[in-house]
Nanobody, 122 residues
Framework: QVQLVESGGGSVQPGGSLRLSCAAS?????????MGWFRQAPGKEREGVAS???????RYADSVKGRFTISKDNAKNTLFLQMNSLKPEDTAMYYC????????????????WGQGTQVTVS
């Protein structure tokens, strides 16, 4: 059974930084699958923030390019999202996702989801 547990959310002032973590169990981050971060603000649809392939190739939403960095520690089966220069519009619930498929294939990542961690920028 795959479990993804996010942590690291909180409240920060504009311009500040946060680092989100996603600890995976029952899932091997070094596998061929994809991992990523999504976010959902109140009243808005969920959007993809960043994804990282098994080989470490990262992709970002235009809104976070240059400010956010996705990475993973395969030895610890943990995914990270370093968020710098945070803006009020980054306020949302952030979710970790993982998949057994490569990134971008059939909506990957999207098979496994964490419970989310709240990020508030104000």
């Amino acid at each position: 059974q795959v479990q993804l547990v996010e942590s690291g959310g909180g409240s920060v002032q504009p311009g500040g930084s946060l680092r989100l973590s996603c600890a995976a169990s029952g899932y091997t981050s070094s596998s061929r699958g994809c991992m990523g971060w999504f976010r959902q603000a109140p009243g808005k649809e969920r959007e993809g923030v960043a994804s990282i392939s098994s080989g470490g190739s990262a992709r970002y939403a235009d809104s976070v390019k240059g400010r956010f960095t996705i990475s993973k520690d395969n030895a610890k089966n943990t995914l990270f999202l370093q968020m710098n220069s945070l803006k009020p519009e980054d306020t949302a619930m952030y979710y970790c996702a993982a998949d057994d498929l490569p990134c971008g294939l059939a909506g990957s990542p999207g098979n496994y989801w964490g419970q989310g961690t709240q990020v508030t920028v104000s």
